[in-house]
């Protein structure tokens, strides 16, 4: 399989079909049945770790592959695994899946129920492009830890809401006045990281026109351009990266430091005997 972008539209009646921009995966399956058996596909590197794995059990739509009898093909486009979105999030062009892996050896596993093969896939660079294995290398880390940091981004996210519902449900149950200002407090400071990290007001495809972009998007954006093309990311891209990281980790810390007045808000409910928020 070659990495390039291909530019694969589709079936036409009236012109050929451009090559797929991925790996041809081409296979037979005899029956399917996926009521009692599970089909799955997995991409590993050469040290046999997993990059990226698609299943008919999937719960992720985009990972969900239900395989059809007979002879057939899947198209592996060459990426890893992306991040797992928030549902509802509203982000412009950041980067939210995985990097395209690097020329190499990798091993494709198929598991048909009780049965599994595997084989080997060599992947080449387009003989066009003129970047060298380690500026595609460098390309590869650079989009990894933006994704890495992207869905760390999402996970404090997620647990800032679950956080910030706990506490307004455990607000109908308290009386003591001091611990509602308490509460009140927790779900401000809550609130506003994750309105540092997020464009909370985003309700359309469009809304990022009309309210600046958080700390997520603007990071998101810089993968995004980093992952055009075949090239070593900028000096700039490094250089922008740093700086919202700094900005990021600061949103991070003080949701650490809230998680603690958590912990100390319910050590003052375990006195009065009021339900308290387990936060992980």
């Known amino acids: ?21 991925g790996a041809i995966i081409n296979y037979y399956i005899g029956d399917v049945d996926t009521i009692t058996s599970t089909y799955s596909l997995r991409f590993l590197d050469d040290n046999g770790d997993e990059l990226v794995a698609y299943s008919s059990r999937s719960d992720k739509k985009e990972y969900r592959w239900i395989p059809e009898k007979g002879a ?3 198209i592996w486009d060459l990426r890893t695994r992306g991040i797992d979105k928030v549902k509802g999030m509203i982000l412009w062009w950041a980067f939210q899946s995985g990097p395209r892996v690097v020329p190499g050896t ?4 198929l598991a048909a129920g009780t049965d599994t093969l595997t084989v080997p896939l060599e992947v080449l660079m387009d003989p066009r492009v003129t970047a060298g294995k380690e500026d595609l ?3 590869y880390d650079f989009l990894m830890e933006i994704r890495t940091n992207m869905e760390r981004m999402n996970n404090n996210i997620l647990e800032i809401r679950s956080v910030r519902e706990k506490l307004n449900s455990l607000k109908k149950i308290v009386s003591d ?8 407090l927790l779900i401000r400071q809550g609130q506003n990281i994750e309105e540092a990290l997020y464009q909370t007001k985003n309700r359309s495809p469009q809304d990022p026109l009309n309210f600046p972009i958080r700390l997520n998007n603007k ?24 700086e919202l990281e700094a900005s ?3 949103e991070m810390d003080a949701w650490k430091r809230t998680k603690k007045e958590v912990n100390l808000l319910n050590e003052a409910l375990q006195e ?8 992980e």
């Open 137 to 139: 290398q460098a390309q």
């Open 72 to 74: 057939n093909r899947f």
């Open 248 to 250: 990021i980790e600061v």
């Open 1 to 21: 399989a070659y990495l390039m972008n291909a530019g694969h539209g589709g079936k036409s009646k009236t012109m050929g079909e451009n090559h797929p921009d």
């Open 219 to 242: 990071y998101g954006h810089v993968g995004s351009l980093a992952d055009l093309g075949f090239n070593r990311p900028t000096a700039q891209m490094y250089e922008v990266k740093a």
């Open 272 to 279: 009065v005997k009021t339900p308290y928020i387990i936060v």
């Open 106 to 109: 990798y091993t494709v596993e």
């Open 177 to 184: 006045t001091t611990l509602i200002s308490q509460i009140d």
